[in-house]
T-cell receptor, first 116, second 110 residues
Framework: NAGVMQNPRHLVRRRGQEARLRCSPMKGHSHVYWYRQLPEEGLKFMVYLQKENIIDESGMPKERFSAEFPKEGPSILRIQQVVRGDSAAYFC??????????????FGEGSWLTVV | GQNIDQPTEMTATEGAIVQINCTYQTSGFNGLFWYQQHAGEAPTFLSYNVLDGLEEKGRFSSFLSRSKGYSYLLLKELQMKDSASYLCAVLKAAGNKLTFGGGTRVLVKP
C-alpha cells in the first residue's frame, strides 16, 4: 500500500455535516477505486474512476454520496449530510491500468470517519 | 452478481497450520486475491491466483480451483502476529471491480 495517500486518516463529523475524503493515487496510476468497510465487515466496492470519468458507481448510495477524480489533484469522496450509519473506514486503491492483476492494485491507509 | 463465502472466525495455536476456505460464484472470472488486514489498518496483498493450482510464498500458500469456484489460503507455522482478518476477493473479467468476501478473523493462541 505504499504510495497511495489518503487524508484525513481520521475524521469526526456531527450529523448533518459534510465529509470530504481525499485520495492521491500512486505516481503513474490513473485508475482509482473507493471501498467502504463497516465495523466487523468486509470491504464493499463503491466507485471506480479514471481521470475526469466515473467508470462504475454501482456501489455508491444513490443520495448524499458523490465522487470525482479531476484532471489535476486528488480523487475526492464527498458525503453530504452525514448520518451515524456512514461511520466506517473508507479505503482508496489505485492501479496503473484497467487490467490489474497480482499486486498491481495498491490500497491506501484508509480514512476513518466517525459521525457523532 | 457475485457471492463470496468464507468462515467468519477461526482459532489456531501458535506453530500450527490453518486453512481458510473461500467459495465464490461469479459470471466471469479474472483472478482471486487474498489480503491480510490487521485491526485498524489497510489490507495488504498476500497472493493472487488466476490459474488452477497452488502458489507458495514462504509460510503462506494459496490454492485455486476455477471449476469448483474454490480457493483456500494456507498459513503454516503460525505466529502470534498472524492474528488478523484474511480477505478473499474476486476480480471479474469485465468492469475491473474487485469484490471482497466478509473476511475471516483468525486468532492465534499461545
Amino acid at each position: 500500500n505504499a504510495g497511495v495517500m489518503q487524508n484525513p486518516r481520521h475524521l469526526v463529523r456531527r450529523r448533518g455535516q459534510e465529509a470530504r475524503l481525499r485520495c492521491s493515487p500512486m505516481k503513474g496510476h490513473s485508475h482509482v477505486y473507493w471501498y467502504r468497510q463497516l465495523p466487523e465487515e468486509g470491504l464493499k466496492f463503491m466507485v471506480y474512476l479514471q481521470k475526469e470519468n466515473i467508470i462504475d458507481e454501482s456501489g455508491m448510495p444513490k443520495e448524499r454520496f458523490s465522487a470525482e477524480f479531476p484532471k489535476e489533484g486528488p480523487s475526492i469522496l464527498r458525503i453530504q449530510q452525514v448520518v451515524r450509519g456512514d461511520s466506517a473506514a473508507y479505503f482508496c486503491a489505485s492501479s496503473p491500468s484497467s487490467s490489474f492483476s497480482g499486486n498491481t492494485i495498491y490500497f491506501g491507509e484508509g480514512s476513518w470517519l466517525t459521525v457523532v | 452478481g457475485q457471492n463470496i463465502d468464507q468462515p467468519t472466525e477461526m482459532t489456531a495455536t501458535e506453530g500450527a497450520i490453518v486453512q481458510i476456505n473461500c467459495t465464490y460464484q461469479t459470471s466471469g472470472f479474472n483472478g482471486l486475491f487474498w489480503y491480510q488486514q490487521h485491526a485498524g489498518e489497510a489490507p495488504t496483498f498476500l497472493s493472487y491466483n488466476v490459474l488452477d493450482g497452488l502458489e507458495e510464498k514462504g509460510r503462506f500458500s494459496s490454492f485455486l480451483s476455477r471449476s469448483k469456484g474454490y480457493s483456500y489460503l494456507l498459513l503454516k507455522e503460525l505466529q502470534m502476529k498472524d492474528s488478523a482478518s484474511y480477505l478473499c476477493a474476486v476480480l471479474k473479467a469485465a468492469g475491473n471491480k474487485l469484490t471482497f468476501g466478509g473476511g475471516t478473523r483468525v486468532l492465534v493462541k499461545p
